[in-house]
């Protein structure tokens, strides 16, 4: 190295010196709370997700936040959902998570109880949003102790699908569909559209005399899964429509799993799959409800608002979304999920994260999510838009709103959550697969699900 070349380097070192004493001295840090503005430049910040149809329209929200935020690169990356949440725990010990991650209720308790999530309290008493401008009850959903640790980015309602080919071919109409309803005694009129809708290799129906349930062609209904500890799509709905209730408040770890009501609706539901009417694990194996409902061997399931565009991509028959069943309650009833942003606590960026996380929680981010027709964003009254987008492709998923208007329930938060859904989704298989009864088994695992929750 030269003389000339020696002097350079020092003066730029000692440049940077000064330039890094003035930055820590002179203006705030990342954990003190700076404005976005002042921070150091050709910062990378990761943005984590699973939904590969939503990465290019939260690349939309980076590439309009790196502009506002000159030096400042935002890179969303996509992983599919279980190797997103295997990643996530390793980058936690590891110290090389994402700065930002989309985040599941599932998830919330357990990374509560780890401390792997920032407090945005004080965040969001300095910046707000200070007058709630997301859809109702979903902030609510991502606080622990009243402390918030995520801003909702959308949410989702569950609703029915139905193969409409089989459903005419059947001698039946959506309207008939639209006004169903249900009890968990004889499954009323939605019971017998489920058995109408039902084949055997004979042709024979459901209803009919002389169906054979051991060579069916056409189910009439399939629950998704077993649906672990909350049920989304499989049975919550049903349940809730009855009266009962997951737990009085959350955090609440007294899951009522073993509710007569509770164990009355699961027990139905098993007995579809005895009479024939919707497919055993045994039956299907590892075939997905998706692809047995795009292949035509089921005409209807319940499923959720993220579905809408996956179906209408693949579906090779007319299909539509109903309303679920009016229950013994007399009303519909519907989980309404959220999913949110939230920042990891050992991030080294966590100003420029929450300014992030802050600007895709906004309605000038989710406004561009909106026409996509993807998501149904967080922000009151967007979720139209998304709607609208949707009804332009040729999908009617107005249901989707309707629904988020009647009667919603938000997911069971309790410690544990972890082992919780593993127990759960462990009885409840063996439940619907017809191993073990539903009185059998539920007041069991609501006990052990008490012992869990109670656990240090």
């Known amino acids: 190295m030269t003389v000339q070349a020696r ?46 149809n939503q990465r290019p329209l939260y690349q939309q929200c980076a590439s309009a936040f790196e502009a506002a935020h000159p030096g400042v690169r935002v890179r969303v990356e996509q992983l599919g959902w279980d190797d997103y949440w295997t990643s996530l725990a390793t980058g936690f010990v590891a110290e090389t998570a994402p700065d930002v991650f989309t985040h599941h209720l599932t998830r919330f308790s357990e990374f509560v109880e780890n401390g792997v999530m920032l407090d945005l309290s004080p965040l969001m008493a300095r910046d707000g949003p200070h007058d709630d401008p997301y859809e109702p009850g979903l902030l609510d959903m991502w606080r622990a102790e009243g402390r918030p640790y995520g801003l909702p980015t959308d949410w989702d309602t569950i609703a029915l699908v139905v193969n409409v080919d089989l ?10 569909l639209r006004r169903m309803d249900w009890n968990p005694q004889d499954g009323g009129s939605l019971g017998r559209v489920i058995a109408r809708l039902t084949q055997d290799e004979s042709g024979r129906r459901g209803d009919e005399t002389g169906f054979d349930p051991n060579r069916v062609r056409v189910y009439g209904w ?8 909350m049920g989304q799509t499989e049975w919550s709905h049903f349940a809730v429509s009855t009266g009962w209730r997951f737990q009085s408040r959350p955090w609440d770890g007294d899951l009522a799993y073993g509710d007569p009501r509770f164990v009355a609706t699961l027990d139905w539901l098993a007995n579809l799959a005895r009479r024939g009417l919707a497919p055993s694990s045994e039956r299907i194996g590892r075939i997905s409800a998706d692809t047995m409902f795009l292949t035509g061997r089921t005409a209807l399931m319940p499923s959720g608002a993220w579905m809408v565009g996956h179906f209408a991509r693949h579906a090779k028959f007319r299909h539509a979304w109903v309303p679920l069943p009016i229950g013994p309650s007399g009303q519909r009833a519907s989980m309404r999920n959220s999913l949110a942003l939230s920042v990891w606590s050992g991030t080294r960026h966590a100003e420029l994260a929450w300014q992030y996380v802050r600007f895709v929680g906004s309605r000038e981010c989710q406004a561009l999510i909106a026409p996509h027709g993807v998501v149904y964003p967080a922000i009151r009254g967007l979720a139209a838009s998304a709607v609208a987008a949707q009804r332009a492709r040729g999908v009617d998923a107005q249901v989707f709103l309707e629904t988020a208007r009647g009667l919603t329930f938000p997911p069971p938060i309790v410690r544990h959550a972890a082992e919780v859904n593993d127990l759960m989704a462990t009885t409840l298989e063996r439940v619907l697969s017809g191993r073990v009864t539903a009185a059998q088994a539920l007041p069991e695992a609501q006990r052990r699900v008490q012992a869990l929750t109670a656990g240090p």
């Open 7 to 52: 002097k350079a380097w020092t003066w730029a070192a000692v440049g940077l010196a000064l330039w890094f004493l003035w930055w820590a001295t002179g203006s705030w840090t990342a954990r003190s709370g700076a404005a976005a503005g002042s921070a150091a430049p050709h910062v990378t910040l990761r943005h984590t997700l699973w939904d590969a």
């Open 167 to 176: 459903l005419q071919a059947a001698g039946l109409q959506l309207a008939d």
């Open 222 to 229: 399939q629950t998704p899964a077993s649906g672990g500890m």
